[in-house]
């Protein structure tokens, strides 16, 4: 039977059991499981770990349109001009992605305290959107929505597929 693990990642968290700074093997002392894709150290939430290497690919494959949500802190007040943009998708470097579904929401009431804290700008406003996308690109969500004019300040992983975040503490894991 597959072993699979839920991991909530802190900031600053690399999605990998070696190499240098502070890596998952801080975290969990589980043999032979490994990450269902990558958060980038900049990114937290969600992370599936598993033994088990076709559940890993069926998650992982773009090509299997698994959905991964986030909730997305951004600088300023996301406009209807951005979230329509991203709904139909945008152009990056890599080319265009799939459609997002996206919606403004409130700041989550079950969110963590984030070390280091994000930097406040006393002029300049944040807010929140909820976003799912199908893909996976390197550092994605950052990117689209850079490109539509609202960058990223925090990024949390929510859910993969059916699986959710919920009442993981920060920094622990469940066994699924």
Do not use: H
């Not at 770990?49 to 802190?73: A, E, F, R």
């Amino acid at each position: 039977m597959a072993k699979i693990v839920a991991f909530n990642k802190p900031y600053g968290v690399l999605c990998q059991f070696s190499g240098d700074g502070d890596t998952l093997a801080n975290y969990l002392d589980i043999p032979n499981i490994y990450p269902v894709g990558r958060l980038d150290k900049d990114s937290e939430g969600l992370v599936i770990l598993t033994d088990d290497g076709k559940l890993q690919n069926k998650i992982s494959n773009p090509i299997n349109n698994k959905t991964k949500t986030y909730n997305v802190q951004i600088e300023g007040e996301m406009s209807e001009e951005a979230i329509n943009a991203l709904q139909i998708g945008v152009v990056l470097k890599d080319g265009l992605t799939k459609p997002a579904v996206i919606k403004k929401i409130n700041k989550p009431e079950w969110l963590w305290e984030r070390t280091p804290p994000i930097r406040k700008r006393r002029y300049i406003p944040t807010s929140w959107i909820e976003i799912s996308i199908t893909e996976g690109r390197n550092r994605q969500v950052r990117r689209m929505t850079a490109n539509v004019g609202f960058p990223t300040l925090r990024l949390i992983r929510i859910q993969i597929d059916q699986w959710k975040l919920e009442n993981i503490k920060v920094g622990s894991y469940v066994s699924l």
